[in-house]
């Protein structure tokens, strides 16, 4: 078995949502490791290209792509152009994710549904067209033991209430069932499906909450582990669940979250 910086040699790996915070992380890092990589993006192209360009630096080839992920002829150009560029895809990390907070009574249908199309919809339409090209391809046992791997990115609150934040956290919730129905459904055909769930990680989307001393404080009475992730935390459980280092793992959600889902308010009134 190749080493773990070696171990997505012959890879082709999509990640959405990647020209920040988790998936830029998780791109890079695929990259590192061997893969080639199609780095999807929405609106940040800037971005996009930038990570693009620091896996091409660090000696793979990657492509960055412009899609929206909640819309179907979008997804299927996405997987069009990983095609093109590189022949096939191995790996999918669906990452791509977005927060439209308000409290229930105040929250507009317009951000329910966003969010819901964007975070569960839109990784199951990454999924479907990627489980049908790894169909299509066939297993490849020179390049993995599986015939394709999936990562999804799910998060603490799959399994953790989020006054205030009801659309994700259902989205969530959603994304954990998507993942174990597809991963029950296709282990047969040797792909591979899961979830990571991360906690507080320190990523443009929850600036607020670790910004500030105050903020940070008070965020960290919530995990047992003393500290706020970092986005290489999370992509290095991808780049673990997307190897065949992995291989007898499927339907799985690995939680990276300082253990916050310990429930630490109840470590002094057990």
Known sequence: MPPPVLALAGHVALVTGASSGLGAATARTLGAAGARVVVNYNADREGGEAVAASIRAGGSQALAV????????????????????????????????????????????????RVIEVN????????????REFLRRGPAPKVSRATGKIVCMSSVHEAIPWAGHVNYAASKGG????????????????????????????????????????????????????????????AQAALWLASDLSDYVTGATLFVDGGMTLYPGFQDNG
């Not at 899609?67 to 990452?95: C, I, K, P, W, Y």
């Not at 569960?120 to 479907?128: K, M, V």
């Not at 989307?205 to 935390?233: F, H, Q, T």
Request: some cysteine; aromatic content about 4%.
């Open 175 to 234: 994304v954990m069932l998507m993942m174990k129905s597809l991963a029950q459904e296709f282990a047969d055909r040797r792909i591979r499906i899961n979830s990571i769930a991360p906690g507080a990680i320190r990523t443009p989307i929850n600036r607020a909450a670790w910004e500030s001393e105050a903020a940070e404080e008070k965020l960290l009475r919530l995990i047992p582990y003393g500290r706020i992730g970092e986005p290489e935390d999370v």
């Open 66 to 113: 412009q899609a929206d992920v909640s819309q179907e002829d979008e997804v299927e150009a996405l997987l069009a152009a990983a095609r093109g560029a590189f022949g096939t895809l191995h790996v999918l990390v669906a990452n791509a994710g977005l927060q439209q907070d308000a409290r229930a009574e105040e929250m507009t249908l317009a951000q329910w549904r």
């Open 120 to 131: 569960l919809t839109g990784q199951f339409l990454c999924c479907r067209a990627a489980i």
